[in-house]
């Protein structure tokens, strides 16, 4: 790799096409440009493991309102997931299983129409509240990913329906209307699982505001080169995923080894983010993950991050009281959403997690 080369002029010349990775994909690239080399690990972690005790637990969440033997179950088993893994799998989730495909759809759709119609959203103004780039840190990650994503604010203050893209503008409304109900329910189960009032963490405003990332990962010509997505945790209280199901290359890092999400069909992917780690004082765990670059593509998915509202959250998060006792004090000081979301930003997928910036 060569490294006497003007970075910024080609990050620049990059972004100025408003067309994304796809566009270079389009044009018939042989070679992936500098910006998108990632640097290497030194030392890498171990490589990523078949062994099915390592693989991400599947929680079924069929009667868990109807039977309350079920309910301690499927809680003790999202606690187990969320305190180890920091990762599961949902199935009788509720989302219809036309609505995530039309979803994915509707992604694609969005991509694979023309760059011109796409230019209307490319934007890195925070303040829009729908915005297509690629690379929200691309001037400030170590490299660039091979990636797209459009971002659309959807709860507290949803956009107007007609700001959306007509791509999928009908489906994202009733897709994350669905991931709403979902999410409440979810933070319901973490609730009891960390031994609170089941609507604890509702009421600390976790599901207030809800983003909906939409990424797009063309085919990669030297995809040992690059990644569609680099090594980080979720600036989030809680994730949820919709995983592409042909491509896959999800991974996530446990003891050291990479472990793949194998897509389940109808199922969706959770995850825990920092700030339910930073209240949870170290309780549950956000995890690094990474995506991997594939000479196969396009790569779908949708990812719904659950913050409070990042415009107008006054209210300050540091770990709840209820769990701290002599043995296990405060390991966080408190902070605005505004400013864990400015802190995360400010130094993109760098490989480095924000909560050490938190940490007490």
Avoid at 12 to 26: M, R
Avoid at 83 to 88: N, P, S, Y
Avoid at 113 to 122: G, P, W
Avoid at 170 to 177: A, F, G, K, R, T
Wanted: charged share 25%; with cysteine; hydrophobic share 35%.
């Amino acid at each position: 790799m060569e490294l006497n080369y003007d970075r910024a002029s080609e990050l620049k010349a990059f972004d100025d096409t408003k067309a994304g990775v796809k566009g270079l994909a389009d044009s018939g690239i042989t070679k992936v440009p500098r910006i998108f080399y990632e640097p290497q690990e030194n030392p890498p972690p171990n490589s990523v493991s078949d062994e099915t005790e390592l693989s991400i637990p599947v929680v079924d969440l069929e009667n868990v309102e109807e039977d309350s033997i079920r309910r301690q179950e499927i809680v003790n088993e999202v606690r187990v997931a969320a305190e180890t893994r920091g990762f599961f799998q949902v199935v009788n989730h509720g989302v219809p299983q036309s609505v995530l495909e039309e979803m994915e759809a509707g992604v694609r759709r969005f991509y694979e129409q023309e760059t011109e119609v796409k230019k209307e959203f490319y934007t890195r103004d925070p303040k829009r509240t729908v915005r297509y780039n690629s690379n929200f840190d691309l001037f400030r990650a170590p490299a660039a990913n091979w990636r797209d994503t459009t971002y659309c604010v959807r709860a507290p203050t949803p956009p107007r329906p007609e700001e959306l893209p007509v791509a999928f503008r009908d489906v994202l409304l009733e897709y994350s209307n669905q991931v709403m109900k979902l999410g409440i329910s979810l933070f319901e189960l973490l609730s009891e699982a960390l031994g609170l009032n089941r609507n604890y963490l509702k009421h600390m405003d976790c599901a207030e505001g809800l983003a909906v990332l939409c990424h797009y990962s063309p085919a990669c010509p030297e995809p040992e080169l690059t990644m569609a997505t680099s090594k980080h945790t979720d600036g989030d209280f809680l994730t949820v995923l919709l995983l592409d199901q042909i491509i896959g290359g999800l991974q996530v890092l446990h003891q050291n080894r990479w472990i793949d999400v194998r897509p389940i069909p109808g199922a969706l992917v959770i995850n825990i983010g920092d700030l339910l780690q930073l209240i949870s004082n170290d309780r549950l765990r956000s995890v690094e993950h990474r995506v991997l670059a594939n000479r196969k593509g396009p790569r779908v998915s949708v990812a719904c991050f659950f913050r409070s509202d990042l415009q107008s959250s006054l209210r300050t998060y540091g770990p709840i009281k209820e769990l701290l006792t002599e043995d296990d004090p405060r390991k966080y000081r408190e902070t605005t959403i505004q400013n864990f979301i400015a802190h995360y930003n400010s130094k993109g997928l760098d490989g480095t997690s924000a909560l050490s910036h938190f940490r007490l």
